[in-house]
């Protein structure tokens, strides 16, 4: 995606048919104007920054299971008292968490800059139960973020082109699987994702599949995800890890925790490892 330099004109306009006022931005990017009548009604057409330039590589995490619900409507104090996950770099506060129209939910992004309301983005509208439940954060241009999705036929699948699980498959709109996507946080888009689903014991159709973590930015640039996982979770070749009804994945430390984890590529395009406990057919184990 080509982002918008951050430099764009602004017009003073006079309700009273004023003068009109010339306005421009310093050497140091702050607003300024040439001397006129009237300078009521501004309007600054700029859109907004990258909050603080290129990150500083210390990724922070936020997740609640389940997400939080939320309003574009809320202020920042009410964002607070909500409880979503959100991360503060800088000025820049960013939080996740869905929005319930009737029986629909649709995941949010929200940005506030000195706690005021820059963006509230809805990252799918379509029918299927959306919520963004975890962000991870360097106060950058990129944002990690954790969604749940239930059925296909959302805005998800075309994001999700090209990368390690393309579509949400054939769930019977019942069965609630993870979706990892890379959001840039000048304008709140989503540039790419992918599903991290389960499979049933057919080997071919959708099941469940629950984050339980915010995604871990390691220090080679891999994405690791953790989530807890129905019957079978998959390999990084996309095949079942556990054989009919008699395995089952469980939690890895031997305690109740996440019983799957994957390290992704920075492009979501890859797995590079998987582990679960409990299954034979784990092929590439993360270590």
């Not at 869905?98 to 995941?107: K, V």
């Not at 069965?175 to 689903?197: C, L, N, Y």
């Amino acid at each position: 995606m080509k982002l918008v330099p951050s430099v764009a004109a602004v017009v003073f306009v006079s309700a009273c048919g004023g003068e009109s006022t010339q306005t421009g931005l310093d050497d140091g990017g702050t607003l300024t104007s040439e001397t006129g009548p009237d300078t009521t009604g501004l309007v600054d057409t700029r859109p907004p920054g990258v909050p603080t330039g290129p990150g500083d590589g210390k990724f922070q995490k936020a997740f609640r299971d389940g997400g939080v619900g939320v309003t574009c409507e809320m202020t920042y104090d009410d964002m607070v008292k909500s409880g979503a996950p959100s991360i503060t770099s800088g000025a820049t506060t960013i939080f996740v968490g869905f929005q319930q129209y009737g029986a629909n939910q649709d995941p949010v992004f929200y940005r506030f800059d000195d706690k005021k309301k820059v963006y509230c983005e809805h990252h799918e509208k379509e029918s299927p139960d959306g919520r963004a439940v975890g962000i991870t954060w360097d106060g950058g241009p990129t944002a990690w973020v954790v969604y749940t999705i239930v059925g296909g036929g959302s805005a998800f699948d075309g994001l999700a082109k090209g990368g390690w699980i393309a579509s949400y498959g054939d769930g019977g709109g019942s069965s609630k699987v993870a979706v990892i996507g890379e959001v840039e946080t000048q304008f709140g888009t989503v540039r790419r994702m992918t599903f991290v689903p389960a499979k049933r014991q057919d080997g071919t159709k959708t099941n469940t599949l629950n984050p339980a973590d915010a995604i871990t930015v390691l220090t080679d640039g891999t994405l690791e995800f953790k989530g807890g996982s129905a019957f079978a979770p998959l390999n990084p070749d996309r095949t079942p890890m556990c054989v009919g009804s008699t395995e089952y994945p469980a939690a890895l430390d031997g305690a109740k925790g996440p019983s799957y984890v994957a390290r992704f590529s920075a492009d979501l395009k890859t797995v590079l490892c998987a582990s679960t406990a409990g299954c034979s057919l784990v092929k590439q184990p993360c270590k």
